[in-house]
């Protein structure tokens, strides 16, 4: 920007977005710190039966072990690293570290048979996506039929350049999950083109699921549609029993959520 237009443009620059601009300069060099300096850990959280109760595979969360604030949710600093692009590196230490973990544990004899990764629209975007997940289980072990990609639905938004991408993952043995489902803008049609394995039910439709007969009838609707398309179900978010019971009558898969267990780090699982 030429030394005209930034004289024009300061007029308008308050001390408020000033002061949001520099918070924003010092998370970023912090995140940076973080990830040189390995501040960074994963949580992971069970992925239940709703049948039979047993644990089908876990769902690594990233947490932020900052040294002054103490532990960071996602929700704080991913929407920067997206920005920054700081989700790229981020993103490959999430899928190394869950794929070592998850080596870890079939070499214990532990009875597990999914790890799944949350997947950024920014990290999926990059040319070199499949390769970097490739090189990934070659380096460290992991079967490709152990690991899941969640993506949402700001990933999916374009079938023409990420159908392809999909199937290429597909062709690998990697299984993909659709996150957040019903959350996006995204309008139903789509749902046939993508390779899915799995549909995850955003916590909201749980949430309302209590309240009446017509929220009821949209999670089942959702329910009967994914298995049309031979996709599994997963519901986010059960928090209480009533929430179970609510969805053990359906023909839903599988659930996750507080009730079972709060996302935990590897020593407590
Ligand atoms: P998500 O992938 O939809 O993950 C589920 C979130 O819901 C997690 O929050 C989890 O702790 C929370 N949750 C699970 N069960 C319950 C429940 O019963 N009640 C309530 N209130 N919450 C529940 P978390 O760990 O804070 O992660 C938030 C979001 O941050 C994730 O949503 C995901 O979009 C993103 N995220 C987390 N880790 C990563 C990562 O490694 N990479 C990327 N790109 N995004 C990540
Ligand atoms: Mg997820
Ligand atoms: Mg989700
Ligand atoms: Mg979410």
Redesign the pocket.
Known sequence: QSKNNSQVEFRFFTPDMNEEISKKLILESELRKGLEEEHFLL?Y?PQVSVAEGDVKGY????RWQHPERGMV???DF?PLAEETGL?VPL?QW?LEEACRQMVSWLNQGKAVSRMS????AIQFQQPDFVQMVKDVLAETGLPAEFLEL?MTESIVQDPEKSVPVMNEIREMGVKISL??FGTGYSSLSYLKDYPLNTLKID?SFVDNMEQGSKEKAIVDAIIHMAHRLEFNVIA????NESQLQLLSGKACEEY????YS??LPAESI
């Open positions: 949580y959280q769902e690594a969360l990233i949710s996602p929700g991913i989700i993103g999430v990764v949350n997947i950024s969640e996150d957040d916590k986010e978010g059960i928090e996750q959520g507080y009730y709060k996302p």
